[in-house]
């Protein structure tokens, strides 16, 4: 889910940061530039975990502030093919929900990675939203049991796809997603933890 990243970037460290010791000012642009962004095939950057090295420090023709090559290594958030990860549910419409770890919420379950066979209820308490629920019948007596998935509990689900789409050339109406992870609740021992 998370791992460390070997970067070389090459930054310019603004007047105002000169008078903060070296490190401290070009850790605080780092952050600037990398903390809470996607990096594309890489995953969401959390933090800078260590500064490696720092060369440069030459000021450009025209310009006020030193550029530095920096060599360091980022905390950064991408889970892998197949982990198990606890989310909350933040919408549940006909395609399926879409779950948040907190500090991150692009993580979708499709329709048909819900447990089958599952059904889909209009949710009295949010317009133009489903509530899913789950019809178990253990020993098929045609009265199945039902289950729902709701926002109420946290859910385990397997990580199938992490994706990064190419950004788009228009402007969408909802808010383009730079990492989108696909899970699964369908295999035996996933979904809503109170079912388990």
């Known amino acids: 889910m998370f791992f460390l990243s070997l970067i070389e970037h090459k930054l310019r460290l603004p007047p105002e940061d000169l008078s903060l010791p070296l490190h401290k000012g070009i850790k605080k642009v780092l952050d600037g530039i990398f903390l809470d962004k996607v990096i594309s095939n890489l995953g969401l950057c959390v933090s800078i975990y260590d500064i490696r090295n720092i060369s440069g420090g030459f000021i450009q023709a025209g310009e006020g502030a030193p550029t530095y090559t920096v060599e360091f290594r980022m905390v950064v958030f991408r889970p892998f093919t197949g982990e198990i990860i606890v989310a909350k549910i933040i919408e549940s419409d006909n395609d399926g929900l879409r779950l948040s770890l907190g500090f991150f919420d ?32 253990i020993e098929d007596t045609g009265n199945p049991e039902q289950y729902n998935i709701d926002g109420l509990d946290e859910v385990k689900l397997q990580v199938l796809n992490v994706s990064f789409p190419p950004l788009p050339i228009e402007q969408q109406e909802k808010p383009f997603a730079p990492m989108l992870v696909t899970g699964s609740i369908s295999e035996c021992g996933l979904g809503p933890v109170s079912w388990w």
């Open 106 to 137: 692009d993580i979708y379950v499709p329709a048909h990675q819900l447990p089958q066979p599952c059904h889909q209820i209009p949710d009295p308490d949010r317009r133009y939203k489903v509530r899913w629920i789950w019809e178990y019948d």
